[in-house]
């Protein structure tokens, strides 16, 4: 049994470790409304930009793109958006879990992984099987200045690998924001992206200037670096969830195994105090003798 100066060590680093765990989980309190307040901005405009697709691609006799091509899908890019940082519970292991199903799910194809995120690239680095040659040197810095230019940058070079036929599709794995306490695991096509798919799109009478072969051709590249800019800005804001979450796990079990060490260490006080107490009353009897 641990003696009373081992219990009070325990205590005082558990108590550290406590105040440690509440200030990260101010901080991702404080980071996680400005994220969620971003997100929940950029979705209606994500899926109206998609909506305004669908229905000018309705209007169009042969809708056709570059980028809604069809293939037998030989070569496929997983792109697996994690955390740089960690102690944020099973967020970042999902997403791993989720990609290794993938790549068991395509193993008859040519598969390539690109995280962003460190945590996603440290579990993953085993199962890179390419890379694209132009992506920037370290694509988790774009966490640090989660912005849509340095996004544009990345959604430029898959749509470009995309083009050139080095990928015939790709894969978003990423955690969707629903609330600070619920994180959803998504697997989203990124590319091909489906036309005409929704038979209850509108027939809308739009009057198009120039024409909607043209419109197409420039909504689609913007829908594309919007659609992948809405799953960063998602993963972010859940993200400070899961890690708000765990550090207030992690706080109220600190503040539990405090209370069952402090109670550890009162009887094992009192019990030392009995002994001494019994020992000075034998001692005082043994002399009377």
């Given at each position: 049994?641990?003696?009373?100066?081992?219990?009070?060590?325990?205590?005082?680093?558990?108590?550290?470790?406590?105040?440690?765990?509440?200030?990260?989980?101010?901080?991702?309190?404080?980071?996680?409304?400005?994220?969620?307040?971003?997100?929940?901005?950029?979705?209606?405009?994500?899926?109206?930009?998609?909506?305004?697709?669908?229905?000018?691609?309705?209007?169009?006799?042969?809708?056709?793109?570059?980028?809604?091509?069809?293939?037998?899908?030989?070569?496929?890019l997983i792109i697996a958006i994690s955390s740089?940082?960690?102690?944020?519970?099973?967020?970042?292991?999902?997403?791993?879990?989720?990609?290794?199903?993938?790549?068991?799910?395509?193993?008859?194809?040519?598969?390539?992984?690109?995280?962003?995120?460190?945590?996603?690239?440290?579990?993953?680095?085993?199962?890179?099987?390419?890379?694209?040659?132009?992506?920037?040197?370290?694509?988790?810095?774009?966490?640090?200045?989660?912005?849509?230019?340095?996004?544009?940058?990345?959604?430029?070079?898959?749509?470009?690998?995309?083009?050139?036929?080095?990928?015939?599709?790709?894969?978003?794995?990423?955690?969707?924001?629903?609330?600070?306490?619920?994180?959803?695991?998504?697997?989203?096509?990124?590319?091909?992206?489906?036309?005409?798919?929704?038979?209850?799109?509108?027939?809308?009478?739009?009057?198009?200037?120039?024409?909607?072969?043209?419109?197409?051709?420039?909504?689609?590249?913007?829908?594309?670096?919007?659609?992948?800019?809405?799953?960063?800005?998602?993963?972010?804001?859940?993200?400070?969830?899961?890690?708000?979450?765990?550090?207030?796990?992690?706080?109220?079990?600190?503040?539990?195994?405090?209370?069952?060490?402090?109670?550890?260490?009162?009887?094992?006080?009192?019990?030392?105090?009995?002994?001494?107490?019994?020992?000075?009353?034998?001692?005082?009897?043994?002399?009377?003798?």
């Amino acid at each position: 049994m641990a003696n009373l100066k081992e219990i009070r060590i325990r205590i005082t680093s558990v108590n550290s470790t406590k105040q440690i765990t509440q200030a990260m989980k101010m901080v991702s309190a404080s980071k996680l409304k400005r994220a969620q307040r971003a997100i929940e901005q950029m979705r209606p405009y994500s899926e109206k930009l998609s909506k305004i697709i669908q229905n000018v691609s309705s209007n169009t006799a042969e809708t056709e793109s570059v980028y809604s091509k069809e293939s037998e899908n030989k070569r496929v890019l997983i792109i697996a958006i994690s955390s740089n940082r960690g102690l944020c519970g099973a967020f970042n292991a999902n997403v791993s879990k989720k990609v290794n199903h993938l790549i068991l799910k395509y193993r008859n194809a040519d598969v390539s992984v690109f995280a962003i995120g460190k945590k996603a690239n440290d579990a993953l680095k085993g199962k890179h099987k390419g890379n694209l040659e132009n992506f920037p040197e370290n694509p988790h810095s774009v966490f640090d200045d989660l912005n849509f230019e340095n996004v544009s940058l990345i959604a430029e070079e898959i749509m470009k690998a995309y083009r050139d036929g080095t990928f015939d599709q790709v894969i978003l794995v990423y955690n969707s924001f629903k609330n600070a306490g619920v994180q959803i695991l998504k697997e989203e096509q990124f590319l091909p992206i489906e036309l005409n798919v929704d038979s209850a799109v509108t027939n809308t009478d739009y009057i198009f200037e120039p024409n909607e072969e043209e419109i197409l051709e420039d909504l689609i590249p913007n829908s594309l670096k919007v659609q992948l800019f809405k799953a960063l800005l998602d993963s972010f804001a859940a993200e400070h969830g899961a890690r708000m979450t765990a550090m207030h796990k992690a706080t109220d079990n600190a503040e539990e195994l405090i209370k069952t060490l402090k109670l550890t260490y009162n009887k094992l006080r009192q019990a030392s105090i009995t002994n001494e107490i019994l020992e000075i009353v034998s001692g005082a009897e043994a002399l009377a003798g």
